[in-house]
């Protein structure tokens, strides 16, 4: 097993235009999370799913952001309308279950122009 | 909402001294992790503690929890160049419906200079 494996690493986009991000986790993780990070800062916690369930969506989120995790393997993050605010690394993780650490992988950059 | 304070947020230090980096907060956490960032990367596990008063070693690494479990402590002898990176504590929810998930504090930059 490689890790976690984030497509792309980096995503330069318009204001306005709509992104998606792709996770593979650890294939034997049940447990996958999004968080986002900006520069200097720690991750801020987004959604997590527990196989293909959605369990928990921060409520900072706003409806522009969706997630799934379709048959509880890779998941996708999709950002509509993209605003300038959004600039910033997003963060896939996965773990064994409950209570064990994460294994994070290398991230998304995304720049809003 | 959970929230956890870092302290420093930057420390700059010469090869061979020793630091301290303290995560405090008001709530009581099930889990304590450490984690170290380089840039570009995602942040990689040093180590979990789990018990009240529990200290882990780990090289010239020493993580400590607080007896209530609501602090924790990395400290780190004689520092070396290729300790620099961001480090960051992460408090796992007590029980209940978001057990599992992280909360991050906002990490301290150490940069340790040759």
């Known amino acids: 097993d490689t890790g976690v494996s984030q497509n792309p690493r980096h995503k330069i986009t318009k204001r306005g235009q709509n992104v998606t991000f792709r996770c593979d986790p650890i294939?034997?993780?049940?447990?996958l999370y999004w968080y986002r990070q900006t520069l200097g800062q720690g991750p801020e916690f987004l959604t997590y799913f527990q196989n293909e369930a959605q369990l928990e969506k921060s409520r900072l989120l706003s409806d522009r952001f969706s997630a799934e995790r379709p048959k509880g393997s890779f998941s996708t993050l999709e950002i509509q309308r993209t605003e300038q605010g959004d600039s910033a690394m997003y963060l896939c993780?996965?773990?064994?279950?409950?209570?064990?650490?994460?294994?994070f992988g290398s991230g998304t950059r995304l720049t809003v122009v | 909402t959970q929230l956890l304070e870092q302290s420093p947020q930057f420390l700059s230090i010469q090869e061979g001294e020793n630091l301290t980096v303290y995560c405090n907060s008001s709530?009581?956490?099930?889990?304590l992790q450490w984690y170290r960032q380089e840039p570009g990367e995602g942040p990689v596990l040093l180590v979990t503690v789990v018990t009240g008063g529990e200290v882990k070693k780990l090289k010239r690494l020493t993580f400590q929890f607080g007896d209530a479990r609501k602090d924790s402590s990395l400290h780190i002898t004689a520092a070396q160049p290729g300790d620099t990176g961001l480090y960051l504590c992460?408090?796992?929810?007590?029980?209940?419906?978001?057990?599992?998930?992280?909360?991050f504090g906002q990490g301290t930059i150490l940069t340790v200079h040759p």
């Open positions: 709530s009581v956490f099930s889990s």
């Open positions: 294939s034997e993780h049940n447990r």
């Open positions: 992460a408090g796992d929810s007590a029980g209940g419906t978001s057990y599992g998930k992280l909360t």
């Open positions: 993780a996965s773990s064994p279950g409950a209570g064990y650490g994460y294994t």
